[in-house]
């Protein structure tokens, strides 16, 4: 979900090796930046070079698909800075073709990958000042593609605009211990034949309602179930899902109704390379009530723990803690993502930050 507003922006000189900003206090808000990535081009051509600019509003038509039909695409990933001050970005490929394959369900003019690389590089180095300390947070980017071109009918939009901008952020959920999820049994986030295995920015206010009255009664997220039947997970608000039962790790299957997780990706690798058996496929509610381990996945939250589970009147209590497979997996990945050990996996793309 889009970072809320922050007051945490100070000013700064422009030859500082970072920005004024509080950065302990940190959370998952948007604390605006120097600049952004912007490029264009029309329906039925490729991008071109686009144009690092000062970040602020932008200009759209009121007739633009993106807000007339939700012609809309995003993606989220981070940069880091390590301890020897090299900032790094964690699988940018991917992201660039979830985009590509969200572009052609939206029937959209999506950047090459090379395209999305570099512009995120661009925007990283353009601001390197607001990448966070280490351990006191990550910069958080967020590509956008928009039918921005007008177009009174339903119809792919004639001009398409690729931005990028960033914000440092810390922590997606504050508690420490783990998440207390509720089970929505009354609203369903999408569909079999929609487009819930896309990053389309529809697929995200209709869940709103049912994550305000969940935070009104107290609890973290909420876990939906599937259209179809009823009875199986499928994801939370804004990240994957995993149950742990002995030695075997489920999660549900991307069959059109999950978005393929650039971190639930990563995370069902890791869990493999240290022996556990992973398995993608439909899981049950009732499993997910008798599992011994549950935790969440996602560019945002990394990698969390789920302490309870709470399905009508039914609340389930779940390891978690040092002793919880969770643990070792966030420790696993960040250890990667910041350089503490060695990237065998060839995941990390280093940015030289004397460059820009």
């Not at 590509?143 to 921005?148: A, H, K, Q, R, Y």
């Not at 914000?167 to 569909?191: A, E, F």
């Not at 305000?212 to 039947?229: I, M, N």
């Not at 609340?315 to 969770?326: I, M, N, W």
Request: some cysteine.
């Amino acid at each position: 979900m889009a970072p809320s507003s922050s007051p945490l922006r100070t000013t700064s000189e422009t030859d500082e090796k970072y920005a004024n900003v509080k950065w302990e206090e940190l959370g998952f808000a948007l604390t605006p930046i120097d600049y952004m990535y912007v490029a264009k081009c029309r329906q039925g051509e490729g991008f071109t070079q686009g144009k690092i600019v000062p970040y602020g509003d932008i200009s759209i038509s009121p007739c633009s698909p993106i807000l007339n039909y939700g012609q809309g695409l995003f993606e989220g990933l981070k940069a880091y800075r390590t301890e020897d001050d090299r900032i790094r970005i964690f699988r940018p490929d991917q992201n660039a073709l979830r985009m590509q394959t969200g572009a052609e369900r939206l029937c959209m003019t999506p950047p090459t990958l090379e395209q999305f690389v570099e512009a995120v590089k661009q925007t990283v180095l353009a601001n390197k000042k607001w990448v966070p300390p280490p351990g006191k947070g990550t910069l958080y980017i967020r590509p956008l593609l928009l039918g921005s071109g007008a177009t009174l009918g339903v119809a792919p939009a004639p001009e398409y605009t690729f931005l990028i901008y960033a914000s440092p952020v810390g922590d997606y959920h504050k508690v420490s211990s783990g998440l207390n999820l509720k089970v929505d049994h009354k609203y369903h986030r999408v569909h079999s034949g929609g487009t819930g295995g896309v990053k389309s920015c529809t697929n995200y206010s209709p869940v709103v309602k049912s994550l305000l009255e969940a935070k009104s009664a107290g609890f973290s997220d909420v876990l939906f179930l599937d259209a179809a039947t009823g009875r199986n997970i499928e994801e939370l608000t804004a990240c994957n899902i995993f149950i742990v039962k002995g030695n075997i790790v489920s999660t549900p299957p991307t069959s059109g109704t999950i978005l393929p997780g650039v971190t639930r990706k990563s995370i069902s690798e890791l869990a493999h390379d240290i022996g556990y058996q992973v398995e993608e496929r439909d899981v049950s509610v009732d499993e997910l009530l008798e599992a011994e381990e549950v935790f969440c996945t996602g560019t945002a939250v990394v990698v969390k723990a789920v302490e309870t589970v709470t399905f009508h009147d039914k609340k389930v209590k779940y390891r978690t803690g040092e002793a919880a497979l969770s643990t070792k997996l966030h420790s696993m990945l960040t250890n990667i993502q910041m350089g503490v050990v060695e990237d065998k996996k060839g995941w990390m793309v280093d940015i030289d930050p004397c460059q820009g």
